[in-house]
């Protein structure tokens, strides 16, 4: 058993409690990470809030970076001192895993929103001997240790510092990955990134280290908007005061009325996706990356999805987070994806800090620090 410290979700949508827990030792096929950082993603608040198939009390994080600190008995590829990465868990064994699509696992739910082991059981106790859920997302990474399975593990050099390299478990593959893998997008093209958070703003990267020749970045926070100005955006619109409609008009002025050839949503909000779709030029092709409602519709005009138009949703990149981050490291070693601009880092015991300024805007990127 080890002690240590970890941020829980309880009863509370809106606080979390930092307290001593115990973490039993890795069993054969787990790895015992000491983590060094962990993004703060939407997805945890979602899962604190109830909104998502977690059960409570639960310890959250699903972009961990650490070091290996102990390996079980069946791991092979992995020992104490590896410095790495952690995503997403998968089985391994369905057609979409071997055809190197984890997040597209049948038994994605289970596996990474259930905050259990696969046969049911935990890893932590409380200091009453209470079970705690953990392996969130195979790792429940907002502690100081935790238990994950190696096909979350992606090994990192030490060149660049942990607490920059932990968003790119979840929402910076999600953003750059739809670029990269899902909508392909082609140098000399056009691009409307809708919301300017963590995701977006890694899409906005992504778009403009393939060529991208007119990026337009959506957001109503203006101090988000100037950021991506600074980073490359050639065109911002502050959607404070205007609604969807109001957007899409900007996007048509912007582009003397052709619209753009590809547009990423990211903010969650149904009106924008619909937006996403609507200002699509002939041929033009929009990733949804925003989750809503369950029975939330997406609308669009079928005569104009008939001029080429595609609507694609995108999860964790559309690729191995394995294949996936190793590109976006040498696009950040060669100055061509400053994610370090997005961070901003809280000691784990300020995380009701941290999830304050996460909501207000404050913060476009989290990340929690032992």
Do not use: W
Request: charged share 15%.
């Amino acid at each position: 058993m080890t002690t240590i410290t970890a941020s829980v979700a309880r009863d509370s949508a809106d606080e979390f409690s930092v307290e001593q827990l115990e973490l039993e030792d890795p069993r054969p096929d787990e790895v015992l990470i000491r983590y060094v950082a962990a993004g703060l993603c939407h997805t945890d608040l979602e899962a604190a809030r109830g909104t998502v198939p977690t059960p409570r009390p639960v310890v959250l994080g699903h972009e961990g970076a650490g070091v290996v600190a102990a390996v079980g008995s069946a791991v092979t590829g992995f020992e104490p001192g590896d410095r790495v990465l952690l995503s997403l868990d998968s089985c391994g064994r369905c057609a979409h895993c071997l055809a190197g699509q984890p997040a597209y696992c049948v038994d994605h739910i289970p596996l990474n929103f259930h905050a259990r082991r696969a046969d049911g059981s935990v890893g932590l106790r409380d200091a009453a001997g209470a079970p705690v859920h953990d392996h969130f997302f195979g790792q429940s990474s907002h502690a100081t240790y935790g238990l994950a399975h190696p096909r979350g593990l992606v090994k990192v050099d030490a060149d660049i510092p942990l607490e920059v390299l932990a968003p790119m478990g979840c929402g910076v593959i999600t953003g750059a990955g739809a670029v990269l893998n899902s909508l392909r997008v082609q140098a000399g093209s056009t691009v409307a990134i809708f919301g300017a958070g963590a995701v977006g703003l890694s899409a906005m990267l992504a778009a403009i280290a393939v060529g991208a020749t007119r990026v337009i970045v959506i957001d109503r926070i203006p101090e988000r908007l100037t950021l991506a100005t600074e980073l490359g955006a050639t065109d911002t619109i502050d959607a404070t005061s205007a609604d969807s409609a109001d957007s899409a008009a900007a996007i048509d002025d912007l582009t003397n009325g052709r619209g753009v050839d590809y547009s990423i949503e990211s903010t969650g909000v149904l009106a924008v996706m619909n937006t996403a779709a609507k200002v699509l030029a002939p041929l033009g092709s929009a990733a949804i990356l925003g989750v809503t409602a369950p029975d939330a519709a997406l609308q669009a005009n079928v005569f104009e999805l008939l001029k080429g138009r595609t609507i694609t949703g995108s999860v964790m990149g559309h690729q191995a987070p394995a294949v996936l981050i190793p590109r976006l490291l040498n696009l950040y070693r060669q100055g061509r994806f400053p994610l370090d601009c997005l961070i901003r880092r809280y000691p784990l015991h300020q995380i009701n800090t941290a999830v304050a300024d996460v909501k207000s805007g404050s913060t476009i990127k989290a990340v929690l620090v032992p």
